[in-house]
């Protein structure tokens, strides 16, 4: 019966600061620290109202766990150390004569220093799919301390506007005609069409082409990537398709990969297996008409694996 008393009495919220203090006197001590009640645990949870001039600082615990603020329907998460320089006429893919990441991440943080402020600014210069310049600024800065200090760096390179970056919703638009978009109004063009055709859909950014140049030459249609501002507007051009040019589209979830990789089906390079479109499957191991996990080894007997007797032969070469 004394140990029911003894649990059911309120126990006193225990400071911050004194927390602290045991802390550092639990590191000298060589006792081992004793398992903690049940009911020293529940006071341990009980807190106080929190400061109503930094809120977010706090977590409410409800009867159901936290209470989570709601996002922005639709939106996602802004880019904290990225600003991006919109150009007038965005630069081509490839190399350009006279565009040095080194000597403008260098320029940008030359002028930060000759007003003061001692350590880097900008870590790197890069370029976007659609020809923008990608200002990333160091862990101690962000995005918006770049665009307030504008007036320090906006004649190191010429741009239209600076904007912080936000990562929108991509999709990827299949049979856009060639012969009606290849050209230097063509991308503007389909931002026309969408805003026009379908209502409610608007578009940003500026939409690239996922089929090359050389494909474009010998194709009738190809794909073009596109941004929405919403999860909500993606979702509607997929699930409905889109007018443009006269004919409705086909409109898919658009997925990024990079030109090194490697599918694992059929061997080519810039696709995942999930968006194979050939038909036969090649092994990795051999470049037989096989999948690589039914590859298979006479003498060993190994199967879907490399082993000392097999001839290797690339499927690209």
Not at 3 to 32: F, Y
Not at 66 to 81: C, D, F, M, R, S
Request: a positive charge; proline letters at 8%.
């Amino acid at each position: 019966m004394s140990k029911a008393r003894v649990l059911n009495k309120a126990l006193p919220a225990v400071p911050v600061a004194s927390t602290q203090s045991t802390t550092k006197s639990a590191e000298h001590s060589t006792q081992p620290k004793p398992k903690p009640s049940y009911a020293t645990a529940a006071a341990a949870a009980v807190t106080t109202e929190p400061s109503s001039s930094d809120p977010q600082n706090w977590t409410t615990i409800g009867p159901k766990g936290p209470i989570k603020t709601p996002k922005a329907h639709g939106l996602k998460k802004p880019v904290e150390n990225r600003v991006i320089l919109t150009q007038e006429n965005p630069l081509p893919r490839g190399p350009i004569p006279g565009f040095s990441p080194l000597s403008i991440r260098n320029a940008f943080n030359k002028a930060f220093y000759n007003k003061g402020i001692k350590d880097p600014v900008v870590s790197t210069i890069s370029r976007s799919w659609t020809g923008n310049i990608v200002v990333t600024t160091t862990p101690l800065f962000n995005a918006d301390f770049l665009l307030d200090k504008q007036s320090i760096w906006d004649s190191i390179i010429p741009f239209k506007k600076a904007l912080k970056q936000v990562e929108w919703y991509k999709v990827t638009i299949h049979g856009i005609p060639i012969q009606d978009f290849d050209n230097e109004q063509g991308m503007a063009l389909i931002i026309e069409e969408i805003k026009t055709f379908n209502k409610g859909l608007t578009p940003i950014g500026t939409p690239y082409w996922l089929t090359s140049a050389l494909n474009r030459k010998n194709q009738l249609a190809g794909s073009v990537a596109v941004s929405f501002p919403t999860e909500e507007q993606a979702n509607r051009a997929i699930k409905n398709r889109l007018y443009i040019a006269g004919i409705s589209v086909l409109v898919r979830k658009h997925v990024s990969t990079a030109s090194t990789t490697q599918c694992t089906k059929c061997g080519s390079f810039g696709h995942l297996h999930s968006l194979c479109k050939k038909t036969l499957s090649k092994c990795l191991l051999c470049s037989d008409n096989h999948a690589t996990e039914q590859h298979y080894c006479p003498v060993c007997k190994k199967k879907g694996k490399k082993c000392l007797h097999l001839v290797p032969k690339c499927i690209n070469y």
